[in-house]
């Protein structure tokens, strides 16, 4: 099994979604020995923030026009979208920032679209782990409910245009020991802790047995 995992965080060391992404690739791979994991992480090398611009506006002029730029990030569309297709399975660790999408997700994002083609099913049937942090609370009844517009994206893009097999692990309150104004949900952030943990064993050993 190829299994493609992808990192968006800017944490290094400290990132939640990386270290349950850690979780699920360790459980995979335990339980697949011979797993070849290919790693891309978006936080630490970003991809070039004019690529999707490039690459797009390469498609209104004749190849023979094209600038080296725009060819450039084609190239780099091309190897993204490789990537996914020759995947057998992905875990994706793609936390919440400022309640959206990370501008580092939606530039790998933009670049696959591009290379695959819009609404082209590219991970049709692959499993796929959606694993995605968030600092703070925004389920039901919190402050900032309905403030997550990262979660719900990803998935119109991985489940319903890319067509994956898609499995979520979330957790909330990651801030919580980190941010004193949030020291009074400890508790509750303990439970999401470990039930994240639980759910990204869970994930890691299905990825598996597929």
């Known amino acids: 099994m190829t299994l493609l995992r992808l990192d968006a965080s800017i944490q290094g060391d400290l990132s939640a979604s ?26 630490r090398d970003p991809l070039p923030a004019d690529a999707w611009a490039q690459a797009t506006m390469a498609g209104f002029v004749a190849e023979e026009e094209r600038t080296p730029e725009q060819r450039a990030a084609l190239d780099l569309a ?27 997700a939606k530039a790998w994002i933009d670049l696959v679209t591009t290379g695959a083609g819009t609404g082209v099913p590219v991970l049709e049937g692959k499993p796929t782990v959606l694993v995605t942090t968030r600092g703070g609370s925004y389920g039901e009844g ?69």
């Open 78 to 104: 091309a190897v993204l979208t490789d990537e996914v297709r020759a995947a057998d399975a992905l875990v994706l660790a793609l936390p919440l920032y400022n309640y959206g999408v990370s501008q580092h």
């Open 142 to 210: 919190s402050p900032r409910a309905g403030w997550d517009h990262n979660t719900d994206y990803l998935r119109r893009i991985l489940e319903d245009l890319w067509r994956a097999d898609l499995t979520v692990v979330e957790r909330e309150f990651t801030l919580v020991g980190v941010n004193p104004a949030l020291d009074q949900f400890a508790d509750a952030a303990a439970v999401m802790a470990k039930q994240a943990e639980e759910d990204a064993v869970a994930a890691g050993r299905a990825l598996a047995a597929r």
């Open 18 to 43: 990386s270290a349950l992404a850690d979780t699920v690739v360790a459980e995979a791979t335990a339980a697949r020995p011979g797993t070849t994991v290919v790693i891309r992480h978006l936080g």
